[in-house]
């Protein structure tokens, strides 16, 4: 069965820092998405990228972060300069069009900013 | 303004109990609805999920949940509960388009010997 694949799985990184997460997200999908849930909290919307351009982003999804489709399988995101609060758990994922619905989500990249 | 609540926040049940987890949703459309759960260090996985027609859908792993227009609601139900099913369970609305879906602030269920 198709999935969602993140790497790396968990990332400590020191404040500051730069820090690239990256997923596959399933081969004839067009719509991705990333997701981030702090430790014990909802899981909040980042931003949507479609047609090699976002979509929609949330207010989360400041200057210092940006989202990248660099070739045709992998799909980045990239915080510029962490802090501490960037810590989470941030999920990728995708969809194959807009009247199918369902988001299929990757197991998830772990963040710790130190 | 799109949101969805999920009043319980944790709820312990015991193994062989039926369960219900509550889901309330704000939408100005017909909503795509979702139940996602997440096991410990792990993605979310679907359990259900409603579109249109039957309001009531059946799941994986023996979960259904119901559609209820007039109550704004899309509560997850499962007659018998297993130890396995101790996990987060999330609701979540989305639309028909490539925009993003709003989630609730999930239900942790235990579940008791």
């Known amino acids: 069965e198709p999935e969602v694949t993140q790497t790396p799985s968990h990332q400590v990184t020191q404040m500051g820092q730069e820090v690239i997460l990256r997923c596959v997200p399933i081969?004839?999908?067009?719509?991705f998405y990333w997701y981030r849930q702090i430790l014990g909290q909802k899981v909040e919307f980042l931003v949507s990228f479609y047609n090699n351009e976002i979509s929609e982003k949330s207010e989360i999804f400041d200057d210092q972060f940006s989202v990248e489709r660099p070739d045709g399988s992998n799909f980045t995101l990239k915080i510029r300069s962490t802090k501490l609060e960037d810590s989470a758990m941030y999920f990728c994922a995708s969809r194959s069009g807009p009247n199918t619905g369902e988001l299929f989500f990757g197991e998830g990249s772990r963040l710790t900013v130190l | 303004a799109q949101s969805v609540t999920q009043p319980d926040i944790h709820i312990t049940v015991s193994e062989g109990a039926s369960l219900e987890l509550r889901c309330n949703y704000s939408y100005g459309a017909t909503p795509y609805l979702f139940w996602y759960v997440q096991s410990p260090g792990q993605g979310l996985q679907l359990l259900l999920k409603y579109f249109s027609g039957d309001t009531l859908v059946q799941g994986i792993k023996g979960f259904e949940a119901e559609f209820k227009r007039s109550q704004s609601s899309f509560n997850l139900r499962k007659p018998s509960v297993h130890w396995s099913d101790a996990a987060e369970y999330f609701c979540?609305?989305?639309?028909?388009?490539?925009?993003?879906?709003?989630f609730g602030t999930g239900t942790s269920l235990t579940v008791i010997p």
């Open positions: 979540a609305v989305g639309q028909n388009t490539g925009n993003q879906f709003y």
């Open positions: 081969s004839n999908h067009l719509y």
